[in-house]
């Protein structure tokens, strides 16, 4: 049996998702489009005996593109080769923003596409006295108009049914003005186009990307010639499609115009307050990250302690030794790393997506728009910025919905400076280590150098922002134009499978990442080559004359472990880190990191347990008594603490990072400079700190 | 002559209609958004240090926050 591929296309703020949600229920998947990692949500279902594949293309305003996400909808639909061109739209619209959605409607039926009319939301509709005449609108429009409120699932039943139904043919709303015509004509047989609209479409794109580069050029050349500003295309095509349907439409609406109070007004008047609104905010802000500590607690206690347990079995059924650390300290330990923060990420992703699904997110935007503005960014930066704080990858990928060029790409470069949970076991381990238990005036130390760095990395993040702004230059001027929708109560389901695909997506990653390096740590530790590894043994022995037999199995290891590839690669690199207080051991942590920050505590923890033969010490303790063989003093003493810090702090070390920034950007050059300039600052960072404090 | 007056004119709670705009390189995001000629609107609020400004569409829910920048692009005329 076939599948028929259907397309939602709405407004932004239609409920489109909370549709999609329902018809495709836990069947469905994120992905991404190709070449760009905007998110792509398919989902299945099946209904009679119809099977059908569900796409949920980001939420658009009209077909004319202005940011990456509408680009993505316009390519869908105008590229019939595309794989994921679907056989029917879907247009989603909501009672008091008709108008524009009818407008999307007609320019995807003028494109040529089969498509029906979903309003949604009509729930708010009956409770403002709002009513729609669904059977003049059917006329109107020429196709099944369904009216549902996907809240409640009502109208869900009747939509499913209606995905059978294929409109007549459309007759078209908008006549390309004569001036045009030529031009058009022209597109139309470059491109062997059966359809007029289409060629106008072509001709009103300032970029034609889904062509090939000799085509787009072609249409360029036409677009020079007849002088032809598409921009102003654009505009014309709406302005004459609004005139028109004001009249269709007044029969069609019944908004008795009643005054209502809406309770959006009334929140509004505190939420979005020139002062209050940013106390709130603020406060807000605090609660969330005081809940990502304390509510996290008791689940991340259950997950060490199940990891611990876990640990600690394999350990003893399994014969003591280098594959046992691999297994125990390596693999179990690092997955317990990454699993430990599900709590923390979840929560994090709950309030993001509360505060996206009730609305509260635009109005974010709007107040942090001013302060943001000169720093490069825009208002919408703040999403990311603020996902930022739980995992970079999702949070430059939410910053796709920046229109304009210049403020999305400095968003991308400068998100990853925001503290990621990924930091927070280095963080935790290190100040454990190196500051001391102490109040100060009342305050935990240990906590306020921990919320230090998080400063710190917000201060980073607006600092290169700033200096990226000054050497950028950019051809388009940067607006804010933001929909502030009335507040909603959050859809539980939608909360939930967002959280679940983000978090589930960082686990995996990561966890596929640490298994990786885990076992290319343990290959290149245990073996080497050369004299001093495959002899060492004999080496130890006659360097220590009368050694006894446990401390020469000690040594053996350690002298094994220091000749070994591993060892060698650390020793390499000794004389670019010793400056920053770092032993060679402490490097194959670095180098590991540049994978993912999170591996480094289960690096050390592989190679410390390489190195001996000890299996008791937590890696903890193991850290505390490591001695840097240079320096004779604790590997990890204040100065080397502060220096990994904030080595830490500023690096990219994050390798799904830097592959979603080439995705994101598009571009090598600036995700290399991203990667030199962040690492660069990281090691002055770090020698400067170390240098000073030794 | 004096200039003609945009959306950034507007005080607090005051409604105006739109007459036109003042270039050709207005975003089409506010053709989109319905803030086009002959259609009125509120000042819903303003925020301090030439910050963004929030209006209301008449009859609609929904508010928009524009920048300055933005907002002195579409032109109006005042209603009472």
């Not at chain 1, 059978?164 to 004509?185: L, T």
């Amino acid at each position: 049996m076939t599948e028929t591929t259907i397309a939602l296309v709405g407004n932004p703020n239609v409920g489109k998702s909370t549709v999609f949600n329902r018809l495709t229920g836990l069947r469905q998947k994120a992905g991404n489009y190709p070449g760009v990692t905007v998110e792509k949500k398919t989902g299945n279902f099946s209904h009679g005996h119809a099977r059908y594949r569900v796409i949920d293309l980001p939420g658009a305003y009209g077909i004319h593109p202005s940011s990456l996400d509408e680009e993505v909808v316009y390519e869908v639909l105008a590229d019939p080769a595309n794989p994921n061109h679907p056989e029917l739209v879907v247009v989603v619209g909501e009672p008091f923003n008709l108008k524009r959605a009818i407008l999307l409607y007609q320019q995807i039926r003028e494109m040529g596409l089969a498509a029906i009319f979903v309003v949604n939301m009509m729930d708010e509709a009956e409770r403002a006295g709002l009513s729609i005449d669904a059977h003049k609108l059917e006329k109107v429009l020429g196709t099944k108009v369904i009216l549902t409120d996907a809240r409640s699932g009502k109208g869900i039943e009747a939509l499913k049914t209606s995905l059978q139904h294929r409109p007549g043919d459309h007759e078209p709303v908008f006549s390309i003005p004569d001036e045009y015509s030529d031009a058009a004509q022209q597109v139309k047989e470059l491109l062997g186009l059966k359809n007029d609209y289409m060629a106008w479409l072509h001709l009103s794109q300032r970029r034609n990307n889904h062509l090939a580069e000799k085509e787009a050029a072609a249409i360029a050349a036409i677009q020079r010639k007849n002088k032809i500003n598409p921009h102003r295309l654009q505009i014309q095509e709406t302005l004459a499609r609004h005139t028109k349907l004001n009249g269709q439409l007044t029969h069609i609406i019944k908004d008795p115009a009643k005054k209502r109070e809406h309770v959006t007004e009334r929140l509004d008047k505190l939420l979005i307050h020139p002062v209050w609104g940013y106390v709130v905010f603020f406060v807000l802000l605090l609660l969330i990250f005081q809940a990502i500590y304390t509510w996290s607690g008791p689940f991340m206690d259950a997950i060490d302690n199940a990891f611990a347990w876990l640990s600690a079995s394999a350990s003893e059924q399994l014969p003591a030794g280098p594959l046992n650390g691999l297994l125990t300290d390596g693999i179990i330990a690092g997955i317990g790393g990454i699993v430990i923060f599900i709590p923390q990420i979840a929560i994090l992703f709950i309030f993001i997506s509360l505060m996206e699904e009730s609305g509260y997110m635009s109005r974010v935007v709007y107040l942090m728009d001013r302060w943001l503005r000169p720093f490069g960014l825009s208002g919408k930066s703040a999403v990311p910025l603020m996902s930022g704080a739980a995992c970079a990858i999702p949070a430059v990928m939410s910053a796709r919905t920046i229109e304009n060029d210049k403020e999305r790409l400095i968003t991308i470069l400068v998100t990853p400076f925001m503290t990621c949970s990924a930091r927070l076991p280095i963080y935790i381990i290190i100040i454990g280590l190196v500051i001391p238990q102490e109040q100060v005036i009342g305050l935990d130390l240990q906590g306020l150098v921990l919320f230090g760095m998080y400063i710190l990395g917000i201060a980073a993040a607006l600092g290169s922002a700033w200096v990226l702004k000054q050497l950028m230059k950019t051809n388009y001027k940067s607006f804010l134009i933001l929909e502030m929708p009335t507040y909603k109560y959050p859809v539980v389901r939608n909360v939930a499978l967002n959280v679940w695909d983000k978090t589930m997506g960082f686990v995996l990653g990561a966890g596929k990442i640490i298994l990786a390096i885990s076992i290319i740590l343990w290959v290149l530790g245990t073996f080497g080559i050369g004299e001093q590894f495959t002899n060492a043994e004999a080496i130890v022995r006659a360097q220590n004359p009368g050694i006894t037999e446990e401390v020469l199995e000690n040594e053996v290891q350690s002298q094994k472990l220091e000749y070994s590839f591993l060892g060698t690669l650390g020793r390499f690199i000794e004389p670019a880190i010793e400056p920053l207080g770092y032993d060679w051991k402490m490097g194959i942590g670095l180098i590991s990191s540049f994978a993912a920050r999170e591996v480094f505590v289960s690096t050390m923890a592989t190679v410390y347990s390489l190195g001996s033969t000890d299996d008791e010490l937590t890696i903890r303790e193991r850290m505390a008594a490591e001695i840097n063989p240079t320096t004779g003093r604790p590997a990890y003493n204040f100065a080397s603490g502060i220096s990994l810090l904030l080595f830490y702090a500023f690096a990219m070390q994050c390798m799904s990072t830097i592959a979603i920034v080439r995705k994101e950007t598009n571009s090598w050059k600036w995700t290399f400079i991203q990667l030199a300039f962040m690492t660069g600052f990281a090691y002055l960072a770090a020698l400067l700190a170390y240098q000073l404090l030794k | 002559m004096t200039p003609p007056l945009s959306i950034c004119f507007l005080r607090k709670g005051e409604s105006a209609v739109i007459t036109g705009y003042r270039s050709h390189e207005v975003p089409i995001k506010v053709y989109e958004m319905g803030l086009l000629p002959g259609v009125v609107l509120t000042m819903k609020q303003r925020l301090p240090f030439n910050g963004p400004i929030c209006i209301y569409i008449k009859d609609n829910p929904n508010a928009i926050a524009l920048r300055t920048a933005e907002a002195d692009l579409i032109l109006i005329e005042s209603l009472p």
